[in-house]
C-alpha cells in the first residue's frame, strides 16, 4: 500500500512525498523484521518463540513454492522462475518485448494473488531487461518500472557498488562494466573497457584513494576467515 503510493509520488514529481513515503516503509520493514528477530532470537531474546518464528519462516516458502509451482505451470506464459527470495520471485521471459513483460507479469500477479488468501498479495514491481544473478541477495538488474518509461534505471543489490567495504577501483570497474553491459548487451566490449581501465591502473593514472577500503574492525582484531572478492 505504502509502496503503491510511492509509485503514484514518483509519477507526479513529488520528490519530497516519495521520501517521505519510504521511509515510512522501511520503518514498517524494520518493525516487522525486528518482531521476527525478538522471537527467532532463541535464549538470549527479549521473547524467544522458536515455534512461531519457524511458523512465519515456513509459511513464506509455502506461499513461495506454490507461487512457482503456479507460474511454471502455465504454458501460455512460457515462463521459469530463475530466483526467488522470502516474498518475492524472478520470472525469466525469453525473447519477449518490455511491453510483453508488463502483459505477461501482471498476469502473473493476478494469477499469484488470486491463489492465495487474503491479505496475501503478489505485485508486478518491476521489469529488468537485463539482469544479472550473482548469489542469494546479490544481483543487478537494468530497471523499468512502467511499459511508457524510455530509459532503464542500474539497480545494484548487494554488489560490491554499493557495498560500503568494497574499494574505488572495484565500484569503478563494476559501474563501469555494468553500464556497458547494458547499453550494448555485448561482452567484448565490456572486455575492452576493463582492459583499458586496467592500463590507467598500471600507468598510476588512478588516484590512490581509490584502492582504500573500509572494513569494521571489531574487538581490535581482523578475522582470517574468508577472502577479499577483489
Known amino acids: 500500500m505504502v509502496k503503491k503510493s510511492m509509485k503514484a509520488a514518483k509519477e507526479s514529481n513529488q520528490e519530497r512525498l516519495e521520501k517521505v513515503l519510504n521511509a515510512?516503509?522501511?520503518?514498517?520493514?524494520m518493525i516487522s523484521n525486528v518482531t521476527?528477530?525478538?522471537?527467532?532470537?532463541?535464549?538470549?531474546?527479549?521473547?524467544?518463540?522458536?515455534?512461531?518464528?519457524?511458523?512465519?519462516?515456513?509459511?513464506?516458502?509455502?506461499?513461495?513454492?506454490?507461487?512457482?509451482?503456479?507460474?511454471?505451470?502455465?504454458?501460455?506464459?512460457?515462463?521459469?522462475?530463475?530466483?526467488?527470495?522470502?516474498d518475492s520471485v524472478f520470472v525469466l521471459l525469453k525473447g519477449r518485448s518490455k511491453a510483453e513483460a508488463f502483459r505477461i507479469g501482471q498476469e502473473i500477479a493476478d494469477a499469484v494473488t488470486a491463489s492465495n488468501p487474503k491479505p496475501v498479495t503478489l505485485k508486478l514491481e518491476k521489469v529488468y531487461m537485463g539482469c544479472v544473478l550473482v548469489s542469494k541477495k546479490r544481483y543487478v538488474g537494468y530497471k523499468y518500472e512502467s511499459p511508457t518509461q524510455e530509459v532503464g534505471v542500474i539497480e545494484p543489490k548487494g554488489i560490491e557498488t554499493v557495498r560500503r567495504d568494497s574499494c574505488g577501483v572495484v565500484q569503478n570497474a563494476m559501474q563501469a562494466s555494468l553500464r556497458t553491459l547494458f547499453a550494448s548487451c555485448d561482452l567484448s566490449k565490456v572486455k575492452m573497457g576493463l582492459e583499458k581501465y586496467w592500463l590507467q591502473i598500471l600507468e598510476n593514472r588512478v588516484p590512490l584513494k581509490d584502492f582504500v577500503f573500509a572494513k569494521e574492525v571489531r574487538l581490535g582484531t581482523y578475522s582470517n576467515r574468508g577472502s577479499r572478492e577483489h
Not at 52 to 74: F, K, N, P, S, Y
Open 24 to 29: 515510512r516503509q522501511l520503518a514498517l520493514k
Open 36 to 86: 521476527y528477530g525478538y522471537t527467532a532470537a532463541g535464549f538470549s531474546g527479549r521473547m524467544p518463540c522458536a515455534q512461531l518464528a519457524d511458523t512465519i519462516v515456513q509459511t513464506g516458502r509455502c506461499t513461495l513454492e506454490a507461487a512457482v509451482r503456479l507460474i511454471e505451470g502455465r504454458k501460455d506464459w512460457n515462463a521459469s522462475v530463475v530466483y526467488g527470495d522470502t
